[in-house]
């Protein structure tokens, strides 16, 4: 069982940036970032794998960076140049080993004004 706890989330101008965090309480193996608009499906927006691989969703390249501290057992979401289309719930995630259960955290809101 992995705890998951978020911080970072709040209300930024378009143009802005906010970093989003995520402690989990052990290890993981690969973790990630999802988030989820008013009315639409949950998203994938980054992982990254322990060994540093990452994934994003091609909306958020080149403005959104994820990275992780393996001592600290904790992801982060540097999000740069936010948009209003970037305003939803952001959900940390995590499993513990390849191909195993996800694990989440309770939801970040982060809204992003025009």
């Known amino acids: 069982q992995v705890q998951l706890v978020e911080s970072g989330g709040g209300l930024v101008h378009a143009g802005g940036s906010l970093r989003l965090s995520c402690a989990a309480s052990?290890?993981?193996?690969?973790m990630g970032w999802y988030r989820q608009a008013p009315g639409k499906q949950r998203e994938l927006v980054a992982t990254?794998?322990?060994?540093?691989?990452?994934n994003y969703v091609g909306s958020v390249k080149g403005r959104f960076t994820i990275s992780r501290d393996n001592a600290k057992n904790t992801v982060y979401l540097q999000m740069n140049s936010l948009k209003p289309e970037d305003t939803a719930v952001y959900y940390c995630?995590?499993?513990?080993?390849?191909?195993?259960?996800?694990?989440w955290g309770q939801g970040t809101q982060v809204t992003v004004s025009s």
């Open positions: 052990g290890s993981t193996f690969t």
């Open positions: 990254i794998t322990r060994g540093g691989g990452t």
């Open positions: 995630n995590a499993k513990v080993y390849y191909g195993g259960i996800d694990y």
